[in-house]
């Protein structure tokens, strides 16, 4: 097991090219994608060739380990930064607290359930990075030295038990001979580190990206999906990299005489036969849920001020505007996924990119439902066939009864399947395609039998797959909807990740709050078969 975890920087030496800083607090408790996370004091083991990186990238080390001092606080490490382009802005970037944090990456040998808290026992230190979110936000660079001579006047812990210099090399340029001293305990008592669980990073990960494990990768799509402007170019360049990853093809194999070592290649990708349409949400629109609550209310207009003709010296018509509100309630639609952690460990990325997908399908579809079961509080139409010619009753009659009814002219005909067919179907006396002929004169439509979309009697048509599926041609299976008389709202969409030490699975739930209401019944005209 990989773990990173990051504390702040309590100093930098532009002159002397040294940036040091407290990077283990013993028994102080983090939270990280495996749960709550602290470290047992003496638990790690330190490698003398330890190099300073960027942002966990193995293909950008800035510097090396110079020194590091272990006490009963934790650990406290100086490292010399590389005279070189990335070096110097990595200087000046963590003097102006522009990426002042430490992030250290440990391989976990040892660990115990302590009352619910991962407690490490025994770990090595594999890399350390300089990372521009340290673990509080207020604990920056305290010190910055103007020159060789200027030193720090922050002594050495008292307390300190271990102090070890890593002394320089032949031909080595990022290691001093002097190690720079320790920073004093009260700089860094507020010091704690977040921890995330990280596997190792596949070979195909962006140079210039922190994600390096599929625990990281969900981390930054939540954050990307939350408006982190870095996390969407972190998980595009991901997606990019792995795309062109899987596309290379294998070296050809003879297999003729070598059957044993020529292994069947299993695909990456997941056949389904789910369904992520959203016709009604998309004939009826989206609007912005409010922020709060589980209820809201619409004022509504119940009577109307009139005018008339008024003959000389009558007193003008009066009649005074009333209203009323109508309640709309807020419900919460969500769904999880729960794994083995060894599942979600060993898997490859696209499972869990499947995964996302797969939620975000079932809730797309009942967020489709509830509208359309919603939609079933319009008004019934006048009886009809189920006929192409019923149909065309129906859309004659019921538009004309919609603007009668609300004032607001109907332009949406949502179907369902079966309706879909039929309409595809359809010919004129000829035999002539009624509404999938090519730019005909006069035409009645337009519907690609290929598309869930198109136009029918001057209607934008919608076909639901959920909508009456497989019951025929029956009452409800379409609706006629006119502008403004149902409304949908919906929140972002958010997930939550959820980790249990006891078993060791983790959840991943998607969730979002939504609310629909049949504002004008009259608007909402529904198939009325004869």
Do not use: C
């Amino acid at each position: 097991m990989k773990i990173n975890f990051s504390m702040n920087i309590t100093a930098t030496d532009a002159q002397k090219r040294t940036i040091s800083g407290r990077v283990v607090t013993w028994g102080e408790q983090g939270n990280t994608s495996a749960g709550a996370t602290k470290f047992k004091p003496d638990s790690l083991t330190f490698n003398k060739t330890t190099k300073l990186l960027l942002e966990h990238d193995r293909t950008r080390p800035i510097g090396k380990l110079l020194s590091y001092e272990i006490d009963n606080i934790g650990i406290q490490a100086t490292f010399r930064v590389a005279n070189t382009m990335a070096g110097e802005d990595a200087l000046v970037e963590a003097s102006d607290g522009l990426r002042d944090g430490f992030s250290v990456g440990v391989a976990v040998d040892a660990w115990s359930n302590d009352n619910g808290v991962m407690l490490i026992e025994a770990a090595r230190v594999q890399e350390i990075s300089l990372v521009t979110d340290p673990a509080i936000d207020s604990a920056r660079v305290d010190k910055v030295a103007a020159s060789e001579n200027e030193v720090s006047e922050t002594p050495v812990s008292e307390e300190s038990n271990v102090t070890e210099e890593v002394t320089e090399t032949e031909g080595d340029d990022l290691v001093s001979d002097t190690a720079k001293e320790a920073a004093a305990p009260e700089a860094v008592e507020a010091a704690k580190e977040t921890v995330t669980v990280s596997a190792s990073a596949p070979a195909y990960t962006s140079p210039r990206s922190p994600i390096n494990s599929m625990a990281s990768y969900l981390e930054h799509s939540v954050k990307a999906k939350r408006g982190n402007e870095d996390s969407v170019q972190y998980v595009a360049h991901f997606n990019a990299e792995k795309a062109k990853f899987d596309a290379k093809a294998l070296t050809a194999a003879d297999s003729t005489g070598n059957p044993g070592l020529v292994y069947p290649e299993t695909m990456r990708e997941l056949v389904t036969n789910s369904i992520g349409t959203t016709a009604a949400i998309d004939a009826v629109g989206t609007s912005a849920l409010v922020e709060t609550g589980l209820s809201f209310y619409i004022p509504y207009a119940t009577q109307y001020p009139t005018v008339a003709t008024t003959a000389e010296g009558d007193a003008a018509s009066d009649t005074d505007m009333e209203t009323d509100r109508m309640e709309v309630a807020i419900v919460k639609k969500a769904g999880k996924q729960k794994v083995s952690f060894e599942l979600f460990d060993r898997s490859t990325p696209s499972f869990w990119l499947e995964v996302q997908r797969q939620l975000q399908i079932a809730l797309a579809k009942n967020k489709d439902a509830y509208l359309l079961t919603e939609l079933a509080n319009g008004t019934a139409a006048a009886t009809t066939a189920g006929t192409i010619a019923g149909l065309q009753s129906f859309i004659a009659t019921e538009t004309t009864a919609a603007l009668a009814g609300t004032g607001d002219f109907a332009s949406k005909l949502l179907t369902s399947p079966d309706w879909w067919t039929t309409i595809k179907a359809a010919k004129d006396t000829t035999g002539r395609g009624l509404y999938n002929a090519i730019n005909p004169m006069n035409a009645n439509g337009s519907v690609n039998p290929q598309s869930l979309r198109g136009e029918v009697e001057g209607m934008s048509l919608y076909v639901d797959p959920f909508l009456a599926a497989g019951s025929g041609l029956v009452d409800g299976s379409a609706f006629i909807i006119g502008d403004n008389a149902a409304r949908y709202w919906e929140s972002p969409v958010k997930q939550v990740q959820v980790n249990n030490l006891s078993d060791g699975s983790i959840e991943i739930e998607y969730y979002q709050y939504v609310a629909a209401k049949v504002v004008k019944p009259l608007g909402v005209r529904k198939f009325n078969l004869t």
